[in-house]
């Protein structure tokens, strides 16, 4: 549970925050080994949220990539880890609501 009820952010630690997730998407896109555009990266009073549908390689070094950028105290990975095989197929299609009948 990564929820904290903390008084609002100054404008200097949300600009050092954004600048944080700059620095982590710009890193990942200059590795070869990482697809930043697999990943959202959010940045909030330091900690670097990890999110998306990834292999356990490209998760561990996205982690791996945020860790190095200076500035960042933590990073959390809330990632759906799965298999090579599992990431080529598309991911499931939500349930169908039932259709109704038509009133009379």
Not at 22 to 32: E, G, N, Q, Y
Not at 34 to 41: A, P
């Amino acid at each position: 549970n990564e929820l904290a009820v903390m008084p609002v952010t100054s404008l200097s630690q949300r600009s050092s925050d954004a600048l944080i997730t700059t620095k982590v998407k710009a890193a990942m896109i200059d590795r070869s080994d990482v697809f930043g555009n697999l990943f959202k990266v959010v940045t909030e009073r330091n900690t670097v949220y990890l999110m998306g549908r990834v292999t356990q390689a490209e998760a561990d070094r996205a982690t791996e990539i945020a860790r190095g950028i200076s500035g960042v105290q933590r990073v959390v990975r809330v990632l759906d880890i799965v298999t090579e095989a599992e990431l080529k197929q598309p991911p499931p299609a939500p349930a169908a609501a039932p259709a109704s009948a038509p009133k009379s």
